[in-house]
């Protein structure tokens, strides 16, 4: 009978340690991710990129009141595509790149809801995989998603990042194959 009580306590504590363990993990605010919605994007064309918001900021759950995102002087052109709820605007950096930003004009987009961000670009001239830093606003609080990409854990690094770096695969006219996302 003793054993069995052992054996109950030990099980009865597993629930009570896996909430610990998440309580001290801490949670990834948010990912931005970027979308082609099936189209490649191919080296100096010109296409569509969309930044895809799953929710708003995290841990306090508000909304988001607005966003940012840059790209850099290999970006030929950049403009962003009317979302309803929203203005935007586009300006050039200081080092020859774009800076494209979204103020909600009502509210702004709900904790629940996802949203998408279309931007009209040509793509970079040279195939490669471009990071997009990008600013996540809610009121106050800011998501600043600009950390390294890690495809693995290492010593120095642990996987995922915090705030990865919302990321998109530019391929040549050559390649058949369609692009890789991440972010």
């Not at 597993?14 to 990912?31: E, K, R, T, W």
């Not at 508000?62 to 962003?80: C, D, E, F, N, Y």
């Not at 774009?98 to 629940?112: K, R």
């Not at 995989?129 to 800011?142: F, M, S, V």
Request: with cysteine; hydrophobic share 40%; aromatic share 8%.
């Amino acid at each position: 009978m003793a054993r069995a009580q052992r054996a109950f306590s030990r099980l009865a504590a597993l629930p009570l340690a896996a909430a610990a363990l998440l309580v001290a993990v801490p949670a990834a605010g948010s990912h931005g991710t970027l979308n082609l919605y099936g189209k490649n994007a191919i080296a100096g064309k010109r296409g569509t990129l969309t930044l895809t918001i799953p929710h708003g900021c995290l841990p306090d759950a508000t909304p988001t009141t607005k966003m940012v995102m840059t790209l850099g002087s290999v970006w030929p052109a950049a403009k962003p595509v009317a979302v309803d709820g929203w203005e935007s605007s586009v300006a050039r950096t200081p080092g020859g790149g774009w800076q494209i930003t979204w103020n909600a004009t009502a509210g702004g987009l709900p904790n629940a809801d996802s949203g998408d961000f279309p931007i009209s670009v040509r793509w970079p001239k040279r195939p490669g995989t471009y990071n997009t830093p990008t600013a996540q606003y809610c009121g106050t609080q800011l998501m600043d998603w600009k950390d390294p990409f890690n495809a693995a854990a290492d010593g120095d690094r642990s996987y995922p990042a915090t705030y990865p770096v919302p990321r998109v695969r530019v391929r040549s006219a050559r390649s058949g194959s369609p692009s890789g996302l991440a972010g």
